[in-house]
């Protein structure tokens, strides 16, 4: 019985081996809008395109990153300025997609641009801070989707949105989580919703990675502010020694951040150029073999394993 279930495992294997590693043809020929192209993920993915011969379309925020991105890359590249929180920019820059790709369509959309809040609990953080990230991480995504899509429908082509494991496992940063669980169900509507015009979208889910939005200095820096700010009672409730211990728990785990961001491009790579690309990717070693594992577990057994070290406040019961 064993031997014949790890036959029928190891025939599955092979076939999605095997499938996907089969390459769409004349990638030469397509476009790719790419958003959040400044630095992180989406520089390297523009720069990772680029050298894999496609038409890369990179949206930054500030011209400073489109000319460092440009002098990077071929002449192939073009860039375009985007701020996905304002609708007359997204509007600018679908049109200006819509006069390059002309009639071929857009081939691949990759919503990356995305913010973190300070690294502190949920009522520390004003309601500005978690419209803002919304704006950003989900109301934005969709935004850009939605003006982009016809052009997509018209090369029956690819959309990848940048989620985190925190949008499967929430546990940290409630303003990120929620915005990413946003993602999720958007994503997983739109997948079934547009599967009949031949538009296949992917999810990629990354773990802890070292870009701007995980800078040690930086992510210290804000959450000390956001430590000054919170209410006279909020501190009493929680405690300047929880503060401490908690500080130092975000640096330690900024300092583990993976470097190799390749791990992230790769996926969304994959996800443009293979024939049968996957739903989700998950991204990085803590992501597959941690906290995937961990979302699947009895919910009051995994709310135990991820805050068993955490600090206690001091008004707590």
Not at 11 to 25: M, N
Not at 59 to 74: P, V, Y
Not at 79 to 94: N, R
Request: aromatic residues 12%; positive net charge; charged residues 20%.
């Amino acid at each position: 019985m064993w031997w014949s279930l790890a036959v029928l495992v190891g025939l599955y294997c092979l076939l999605r081996w095997y499938r996907e590693r089969q390459v769409v043809s004349h990638l030469h020929d397509k476009y790719v809008f790419i958003t959040g192209c400044d630095s992180g993920f989406g520089n390297l993915l523009a720069r990772q395109l680029d050298l894999r011969g496609l038409r890369v379309l990179a949206a930054c925020l500030t011209e400073k990153g489109a000319q460092q991105l440009r002098s990077q890359t071929s002449d192939r590249l073009d860039t375009v300025i985007l701020d996905v929180t304002k609708t007359e920019s997204i509007l600018a820059a679908t049109q200006w997609v819509e006069e390059r790709v002309g009639d071929r369509g857009l081939w691949g959309l990759v919503n990356n641009a995305g913010i973190f809040h300070p690294h502190c609990y949920s009522e520390w953080l004003k309601i500005e801070a978690y419209v803002d990230v919304f704006k950003v991480n989900l109301t934005g995504l969709i935004e850009v989707t939605l003006s982009m899509l016809p052009l997509l429908r018209r090369a029956r082509g690819r959309i990848v949105n940048v989620s985190s494991i925190l949008g499967r496992l929430a546990f940290f940063g409630g303003a990120y989580c929620s915005s990413k669980y946003g993602v999720e169900a958007f994503s997983d509507t739109l997948r079934r919703e547009l599967r009949h015009f031949g538009v296949k979208i992917s999810i990629v889910e990354p773990g802890y990675f070292r870009t701007g939005m995980t800078h040690v200095a930086w992510c210290l820096e804000r959450l000390k502010q956001a430590w000054e700010e919170v209410p006279t009672h909020i501190k009493e409730a929680y405690g300047q020694k929880f503060f401490d211990a908690h500080h130092n728990g975000v640096k330690q785990g900024l300092l583990k951040c993976s470097t190799n961001l390749n791990l992230v491009t790769d996926c969304m790579e994959h996800a443009l150029t293979s024939v049968h690309p996957r739903t989700r990717y998950s991204a990085g070693w803590d992501s597959q073999f941690f906290f995937i594992p961990l979302s699947y577990l009895p919910t009051s057994l995994a709310d135990y394993i991820l805050t068993r070290s955490w600090p206690k406040p001091a008004q707590a019961v």
